[in-house]
Structure formats: C-alpha cells, structure tokens
C-alpha cells in the first residue's frame, strides 16, 4: 500500500534551483535511504513533506489518518522538564487512561449505588482492556529502553532537557520520535552523536520498526543496514534505486556505462544519417533531394538519448609528500587524565609503528577525543607519559576546528599552514577542495560545518606531516567526500591514529583497534571486521562464564554482592566528602572574593576588580557542578542507607 507520494515536486530560491519535479512514492513498510551531496536538497525535501516548506508546484499525496514525524538536524527542544517527563509526553493518552482508572477503583472501593457501581466496574473493564492493548503496562519499560538504547545513563534520566548539549538534545529528540512511532518518519542524520553501540541499537530498531522510514544519512554502513532501496537527489533530480546503498552504488554505475554506450551508438549512427542528407544534397536531383528530407524526418522522430549529466565535482586530495618518520612513531606509558572528582581514563599503554592505521574506539565520553588532545600537546596529562619517536612531524584534525580562527579569510587560514607555498599553489590546492574564485575570500566564521572540515583538511595536507591524528574527520562531509577522503588516506605514507564512529571508513582503513573501556584499553589487532568477529566471540565467552557463575550458591554471591555493595559504598561516601569540602573552600574564597571587592583600594584598581571578577564567575561555574554532584552523590548514599534499612 503507498502511503507516501510525491509527484513533480519543484522549489526554487529566487534564480536557484533547488528541486525540481521530483517524483517518487513509498510504500507502508518501505525504509528508504536519501543520499546526494551536500547542498543537493535532501533537508529541503524534508522539509517540503513535513508541510514545513510550500513547494512551487506538484502535489504530495499521504493516506488518509498517517502521521508524519520528522527529526530535523538542529532541534529546537528547550524544556525545563527532565529526560524521563520529557519522554512521558508521548504517552500522555496512556498516563491520562491511567489516571481515570485509578479514580474508577476509588469510586469502586466506595460507591454504595448499585446502579452507578456496575456503571463504574463496566467503564472499568472496557478502559482497562483499551490500556493494556495499547501497551499500558509496558510503556515506562519502552522508555527506559530507548533512552538506554541511545546512549543516556539512568543517573541522567531526571536531568533538566535544557541543560543538555546540542547533541544531547538531537538524540533525546530522536528518542522521542521514536517512541511516537509515526505512520511515516523522517529521519534527517540521525547517526550524528552516536556512538557506535548506540548505531547498533538504533539500526536494530529501525530494522524491526513495521511502518515507513525514510533517513537521509551520510554513513554508508548505517544505510547498507537499514535501507531497502535508495533515493538518490543530483543535479536537482531524482531517482530511485531498489537496494541498500552499495546496491545503488553498482547499480548506478552500471547505468551510467549504459547510457554512454546507448548515447554513443545513437550519435554515431545519426552523424552517419547527416552524412548521408548531405551527400544527397550535393548530388541535388529531385530524388536525392526527397531521399535527404526522407533521413532528416528519421532523425527527428528519433527519440534523443540524453548524455550522462556530469557528476558533482569532488574533492581532490593527495598528501604532500614529507620525510620519513622512524619505525617506531609513539610510545604512550601510564597514561591517565582526571578532573576534580572524576577520573577520565588511568593506566593507557600503548605503541605505534610506521605505516600503521590505527582506530580508537569506545563510548561517548569515555575520553577518546581527550585522549588525542593529549598526544598531540592540545591539551595536560594527569600523570603519565608519551613520546614521539625519530623525525616525527605531527598533523592534528579537530573535530571541532577549534583551530580555525574565525576572523581569517580561507585563503589566509590555509596558506598559514605552510607559508613557503606560492599563491597559485594555494589557490590550485583550494580550487581542488572546491573553493573557486571568490570563495576564497569569505571569513571562517560564516561557513558551514562542511566547509570547515574542508579547510581543516587542507591544512592538514600542506603541514606535510607523517604523523595523523584524526578526531572525527568524516563529520560534516558527504559521502563524495568521505570516500575521496579514504582513498588519500589509503594512499598516505605515513601513520594515522583515529577516532572516527563511521564504521564504512573505519572498515576501509583500520589495520589495528584501540578500544577504550573503564577496565582499560584493548589492544586488538586487525580491522573493523576482525574486530567485530572478536567482540561476538567476547560476548559469548562472557554468556558462558554467566552461565557458569550462577551455579555458585546463593550464599557466595550474596557475599560477592554485599562486598561490592560496601565497595561501591566507600567509594561514594568518599567522593561526597571531598566534594563537601570543595563546596565548602569554593564557598570561603567567594566570601573573601566579596569583602575584597568592597575595600576601597580593590574597588579603585580596574585591574584587580576585573580579575577578581573572572575568578568568582569561574568559581561559581565549579560551584554550579560541584553542587549537582553533591546531589547525585547524596541520593546515591540515600539509596545504600534505605537497602540496608
């Protein structure tokens, strides 16, 4: 059954054109993958089926009763309602049945009218059936899934939705779409801010999910997963291909040699045709004349066959070539970042060697992009050590391009990258990365997330170095650019150490995986594909220890528990002391912070106000966390004093 159709969909801004008479349509249980170039459209299509844009022309069909939800890539959740409530709303009409029956079996328990009691028992069993048909006893386990599923922590479930980070936010509000389950969801880059466990669990859920999906996604690997067929928009057309994306792939490339060959058999037989018109118009008898004319009408019924439209253009990289480093690049020994109260990661030990592509894998914020900070100097060690091995020259990408200064034009920001570089080397290099003309010019500032990580890139390139260290780089670029990106990465001469969730380019590269855990690190030779064999086998091995371990008496387990009961115990009444006594120091140097400010000689000294002033916002931040600590902290001792009550 088609629930979704498009038919010759068009919008333009002013004189650019933007979509124009996009066709398709898609059936109830159909997951469809969106690809194209960045710029190409695809959001704005999004846009158009979520009745967000008003396209120029054409019609969109949706069946009759089908609701539509849509995942934008900036949300605009704000609330000052936590996680869990903010997920509630999309129960309400459960949490309202659920209040009526509670107010039904008190009426119940009391009612003494006999007729008005059989109404309320009869209301009763007919709201009561409604709620549990409707998933009523499992909606609460649903949302604790997905939140999990997501990459949320139970200690987070009661925190405010507006102090969330951007990507916190984007992945609280994919959950809660989820847990909508619209008729037709439209997903727009719902892999950013996931981890790969997270991916895992949203592919699995997507897979399984009975209705129609379409997603727009740059990360191959998540659409060869879950899509089974392919939009593609180019050129501001579009066409659809049955299959996941490396269908589409093959089968694109296989149409495109059959319409060159089709077009170069049918241009060769009309120059023929034209040959033949012209030398019967030379020999010019009256039956030359009509057998030419006779030709000409033959080319014009025939039915033109269409050159393939260009491709978009690529990137074009290729790493200068530099010196060689020695054979071994990077010793990394006891290595361990913390902050007041909480320890990032301790104890990482690990060594590089030339030519080796090796991948840092883990969670969200178990300290893989700080781990990188570290070894390339951007940022301070705990305790520990690393060193670089003979003539290694370091090239660090930051996901974040905190790098980039925002008020240099991109010709002055890459040239800044190697100043020995001509002019029209530098702007050959940034014509190859598709900045022409007077692109060049524009300020850092105002260009998009793309873009950024395409000026990065090409600084990282003319820094000729040997050594990269890659937080993210596929973020923000397109599939065009991720794979031109992976080939220059095939082909560099040199060693690379990466974090990277997209598991395609992962695939691609990875000669080796680090992967970062609270129990340590681990050392897995081999690629992305060994590596998973390997954690499939891990997981096994832990199910049959499992099994093994529930044959101990219960009265061994229960000192087993109880002991790491009181562990646990020890460790946060610790915590929560020294926290106290920092709330209590930070709260002592404000006090002092404000009686110095009031003494005339400070107060008269603009210097000293300002720097006092900076000190106490500084302190009140710390305070601000230290505070939500001792909170989290205490209701975590509370809950050791009730279970042992």
């Given at each position: 059954m088609i629930v979704l159709n498009c038919s010759n969909i068009s919008l333009s801004f002013g004189?650019?054109?933007?979509?124009?008479?996009?066709?398709?349509?898609?059936?109830?249980?159909?997951?469809?993958?969106?690809?194209?170039?960045?710029?190409?459209?695809?959001?704005?299509?999004?846009?158009?089926?979520?009745?967000?844009?008003?396209?120029?022309?054409?019609?969109?069909?949706?069946?009759?009763?089908?609701?539509?939800?849509?995942?934008?890539?900036?949300?605009?959740?704000?609330?000052?309602?936590?996680?869990?409530?903010?997920?509630?709303?999309?129960?309400?009409?459960?949490?309202?049945?659920?209040?009526?029956?509670?107010?039904?079996?008190?009426?119940?328990?009391?009612?003494?009218?006999?007729?008005?009691?059989?109404?309320?028992?009869?209301?009763?069993?007919?709201?009561?059936?409604?709620?549990?048909l409707s998933g009523g006893y499992e909606y609460t386990s649903k949302v604790k899934g997905v939140l999990k599923g997501l990459g949320f922590h139970e200690n987070e479930f009661e925190r405010k939705v507006y102090t969330l980070s951007g990507g916190q936010k984007t992945r609280l509000s994919l959950a809660k779409l989820l847990l909508e389950e619209p008729d037709i969801l439209l997903l727009d880059e719902p892999t950013n801010h996931l981890d790969i466990q997270a991916l895992e669990w949203l592919e699995d859920f997507l897979k399984n999910y009975k209705k129609c999906v379409l997603l727009i996604s740059h990360d191959r690997y998540f659409l060869d997963q879950v899509s089974g067929k392919t939009l593609e928009l180019e050129n501001t057309q579009c066409k659809i291909y049955n299959g996941n994306y490396t269908s589409y792939m093959k089968q694109k490339s296989l149409d495109r040699e059959i319409q060159q060959k089709h077009f170069e058999l049918q241009q060769k037989e009309i120059a023929k045709m034209e040959a033949?018109?012209?030398?019967?118009?030379?020999?010019?008898?009256?039956?030359n004349i009509?057998?030419?004319?006779?030709?000409?009408?033959?080319?014009?019924?025939?039915?033109?066959?269409?050159?393939?439209?260009?491709?978009?253009?690529?990137?074009?990289?290729?790493?200068?070539?530099?010196?060689?480093?020695?054979?071994?690049?990077?010793?990394?020994?006891?290595?361990?970042?913390?902050?007041?109260?909480?320890?990032?990661?301790?104890?990482?030990?690990?060594?590089?060697?030339?030519?080796?592509?090796?991948?840092?894998?883990?969670?969200?914020?178990?300290?893989?992009?700080?781990?990188?900070?570290?070894?390339?100097?951007?940022?301070?060690?705990?305790?520990?050590?690393?060193?670089?091995?003979?003539?290694?020259k370091i090239g660090y990408y930051d996901q974040e391009q905190e790098d980039l200064d925002q008020n240099q034009t991109i010709i002055?920001?890459?040239?800044?990258?190697?100043?020995?570089?001509?002019?029209?080397?530098?702007?050959?290099?940034?014509?190859?990365?598709?900045?022409?003309?007077?692109?060049?010019?524009?300020p850092i500032s105002i260009l998009s997330g793309g873009e950024k990580s395409r000026v990065a890139l090409l600084k990282l390139i003319l820094s000729e170095s040997n050594f990269l260290i890659l937080d993210e780089p596929t973020n923000h670029l397109d599939i065009n650019?991720?794979?031109?990106?992976?080939?220059?990465?095939?082909?560099?001469?040199?060693?690379?150490?990466?974090?990277?969730?997209?598991?395609?380019?992962?695939?691609?590269?990875?000669?080796?995986?680090?992967?970062?855990?609270?129990?340590?690190?681990?050392?897995?030779?081999?690629?992305?594909?060994?590596?998973?064999?390997?954690?499939?086998?891990?997981?096994?091995?832990?199910?049959?220890?499992?099994?093994?371990?529930?044959?101990?008496?219960?009265?061994?387990?229960?000192?087993?528990?109880?002991?790491?009961e009181k562990a646990r115990q020890r460790k946060v009444e610790k915590l929560l002391g020294e926290t106290e006594c920092e709330i209590a120091n930070i709260e002592e140097r404000l006090k002092n912070i404000e009686e110095e400010m009031t003494k005339d000689e400070v107060s008269s000294n603009h210097h000293k106000v300002s720097e006092l002033h900076e000190e106490q916002l500084r302190l009140e931040e710390r305070l601000n966390e230290l505070y939500e600590a001792w909170e989290s902290l205490s209701t975590e001792k509370e809950s050791f004093s009730n279970s042992e009550g």
């Open positions: 004189t650019y054109v933007v979509l124009e008479n996009i066709t398709f349509s898609a059936q109830e249980n159909d997951k469809i993958g969106i690809v194209g170039v960045n710029g190409a459209g695809k959001s704005t299509l999004f846009k158009i089926l979520a009745g967000i844009l008003k396209p120029d022309s054409g019609d969109i069909y949706i069946s009759k009763n089908y609701t539509i939800g849509f995942l934008e890539q900036n949300t605009g959740l704000d609330s000052s309602s936590s996680l869990w409530d903010e997920l509630m709303l999309a129960f309400s009409h459960l949490t309202e049945m659920e209040k009526r029956l509670k107010v039904l079996e008190e009426k119940i328990s009391t009612e003494k009218d006999e007729s008005l009691l059989t109404s309320y028992m009869k209301e009763y069993a007919s709201l009561s059936d409604k709620f549990s033949f018109i012209e030398q019967q118009k030379r020999w010019n008898r009256e039956k009509i057998a030419a004319e006779s030709r000409q009408k033959a080319i014009d019924r025939m039915e033109k066959i269409d050159r393939p439209k260009d491709l978009p253009d690529k990137m074009r990289i290729k790493f200068r070539g530099t010196i060689i480093s020695g054979n071994d690049v990077l010793f990394v020994e006891d290595l361990c970042k913390e902050y007041p109260g909480k320890p990032l990661f301790k104890g990482i030990n690990f060594n590089l060697k030339r030519n080796e592509r090796v991948f840092l894998l883990g969670p969200n914020g178990c300290g893989k992009s700080t781990l990188l900070k570290i070894i390339s100097g951007k940022l301070d060690k705990t305790s520990g050590c690393f060193e670089y091995g003979h003539k290694v002055d920001e890459v040239w800044g990258a190697n100043e020995r570089i001509t002019q029209t080397d530098i702007r050959n290099s940034l014509a190859s990365f598709l900045f022409k003309g007077e692109d060049v010019f524009k650019s991720r794979e031109v990106l992976e080939q220059s990465l095939q082909d560099f001469e040199g060693t690379i150490l990466s974090v990277s969730h997209d598991r395609y380019f992962i695939n691609k590269l990875a000669s080796r995986i680090l992967e970062l855990e609270d129990v340590g690190l681990h050392d897995i030779p081999g690629g992305y594909s060994y590596y998973t064999e390997y954690k499939s086998k891990l997981k096994k091995t832990a199910l049959t220890q499992d099994t093994q371990d529930a044959k101990l008496s219960s009265s061994k387990l229960e000192r087993m528990e109880t002991k790491a």
